[in-house]
């Protein structure tokens, strides 16, 4: 009953070096999600996907890339870390949209120094 | 653009007192509208939800009502547990895009 995974769930980057982070989900979920949470600005929508295979942009996805290869499993990569990309990630999924509940991940807590 | 506006925090409170976080929405159509719950290190969990108007969602004591003429989704309870402690985040979903859009959250502090 692991519902959404996310690895790591702690990581510090020094400026320029590149990272992936993984969300598995074994709801058989089609939508799955991934946002950002920054003190005072709730959180903000990077990147998602509809599918195995699709990707789309959030409100929020300069700076990162995704991929959906397995419906299972939607990585978000850090091509060149930038400070501004210090943040708490969260991955979600959800059966479908609008009004389907979203189902997320513990976090991973990324510091850029 | 489809926007969700929710009381800033901190909201502290004693145990056993009444909980209000306001929360009012803009959006086209017809959205469905959520309250979730983070607990401290934690991911976002599923509080209540209403897919229509005057539709009333509750949850361990929570409640939420869908009020469409002050497009509004107030959150309350009416005896908090310290346990209740966590930041709240109001939603929406289904206006203008099929995308979720999250509040700023509220940060709730109960003290015994």
């Known amino acids: 009953n692991a519902g959404v995974t996310q690895t790591p769930k702690f990581r510090v980057l020094k400026t320029g070096q590149s990272m992936t982070l993984l969300c598995a989900q074994d709801?058989?979920?089609?939508?799955m999600y991934w946002y950002r949470q920054d003190p005072g600005m709730g959180l903000r929508l990077i990147h998602y996907?509809?599918?195995?295979?699709?990707?789309a942009k959030g409100e929020v996805p300069d700076g990162y890339n995704v991929s959906r290869l397995k419906k299972q499993n939607f990585l978000l990569g850090l091509e060149s870390a930038a400070p501004s990309q210090t943040s708490v990630y969260f991955c979600?999924?959800?059966?479908?949209?609008?009004?389907?509940?979203?189902?997320f991940g513990n976090g991973t807590r990324l510091t850029v120094t | 653009g489809d926007s969700v506006t929710q009381m800033e925090g901190p909201v502290t409170l004693s145990e056993e007192a009444f909980l209000t976080i306001n929360c009012t929405y803009t959006?086209?159509?017809?959205?469905?509208l959520f309250w979730y719950v983070q607990y401290p290190g934690e991911g976002l969990q599923l509080l209540l939800k209403?897919?229509?108007?005057?539709d009333k969602g509750s949850n361990k004591g929570f409640e939420a009502t869908y009020r469409k003429e002050t497009t509004s989704f107030h959150l309350e309870k009416g005896s908090v547990q310290v346990s209740d402690s966590a930041v709240y985040f109001c939603?929406?979903?289904?206006?203008?895009?099929?995308?979720?859009?999250f509040g700023t959250g509220t940060l709730l502090a109960v003290q015994p």
């Open positions: 209403a897919t229509k108007a005057d």
């Open positions: 996907s509809v599918g195995e295979g699709t990707t």
């Open positions: 709801m058989n979920h089609e939508y």
């Open positions: 939603a929406l979903s289904g206006g203008a895009t099929n995308k979720l859009i």
């Open positions: 979600a999924s959800s059966y479908s949209t609008e009004k389907s509940p979203l189902h």
């Open positions: 959006a086209t159509g017809y959205p469905s």
